[in-house]
T-cell receptor
Framework: DTEVTQTPKHLVMGMTNKKSLKCEQH?????MYWYKQKAKKPPELMFV???????INESVPSRFSPECPNSSLLNLHLHALQPEDSALYLCASSQDHIQVLNQPQHFGDGTRLSIL | DAKTTQPNSMESNEEEPVHLPCNHSTISGTDYIHWYRQLPSQGPEYVIHGLTSNVNNRMASLAIAEDRKSSTLILHRATLRDAAVYYC???????????????FGQGTILTVHP
């Protein structure tokens, strides 16, 4: 069982909908990450939060809006997505993004998102 | 960013050792070598990491070449559960825009036959 919990596991939405993906961890980790993974491709980093502050934005379109309300929670708000945004969205956490660089990242099993 | 090169796919038989190679000829002195794997329908899972010396843990062993331009992940006795995509990743601690990031390459698809 993964220690990073992502909900929902599956999401189907129209291009005009607004929805949110949720990620939760209770390992005391202070860095949290969003990745996007297209079918048969490797994960690609989208955002990094370190101590609840946005540390890295990999030039992600503004229709994806991350939020870190506290150290255990990470959200990804979705609005006006395109069909090409259909993918597996993975959340990960680690002890720290900078100070403890070689601590592993723990991944959730992802939310499979389909845009109609 | 330093790149890694892995074979697209490899096959093994159950209970036999598996050696998964990775080339990283442009590795810098501050790059750690990380391995993750991704089982079907799951998120990636950390396997092992190292800098210069060979490393062992309960999941696998990591053999790093003396010049650090290549490494090999060793699964000592493959099981059906080891069938996954294995990613070799360089994680930079040396500053710059790639600092601390995990940048996944294409990985190696490992098939384990009963």
């Amino acid at each position: 069982d993964t220690e990073v919990t992502q909900t929902p596991k599956h999401l189907v939405m129209g291009m005009t909908n607004k929805k949110s993906l949720k990620c939760e961890q209770h390992m005391g980790h202070r860095a949290m990450y969003w990745y996007k993974q297209k079918a048969k491709k490797p994960p690609e980093l989208m955002f990094v939060y370190s101590y609840e502050k946005l540390s890295i934005n990999e030039s992600v379109p503004s229709r994806f809006s991350p939020e870190c309300p506290n150290s255990s929670l990470l959200n990804l708000h979705l609005h006006a997505l395109q069909p090409e945004d259909s993918a597996l969205y993975l959340c990960a956490s680690s002890q720290d993004h900078i100070q403890v660089l070689n601590q592993p990242q723990h991944f959730g099993d992802g939310t499979r998102l389909s845009i109609l | 960013d330093a790149k890694t090169t892995q074979p697209n796919s490899m096959e093994s038989n159950e209970e036999e050792p598996v050696h998964l190679p990775c080339n990283h000829s442009t590795i810098s002195g501050t790059d750690y070598i990380h391995w993750y794997r991704q089982l079907p329908s799951q998120g990636p899972e950390y396997v092992i990491h190292g800098l210069t010396s060979n490393v062992n843990n309960r999941m696998a062993s990591l053999a790093i070449a003396e010049d650090r331009k290549s490494s090999t992940l060793i699964l000592h006795r493959a099981t059906l559960r080891d069938a996954a995509v294995y990613y070799c990743i360089l994680r930079s601690v040396g500053g710059g825009t790639s600092y601390g990031k995990l940048t996944f390459g294409q990985g190696t698809i490992l098939t384990v036959h009963p």
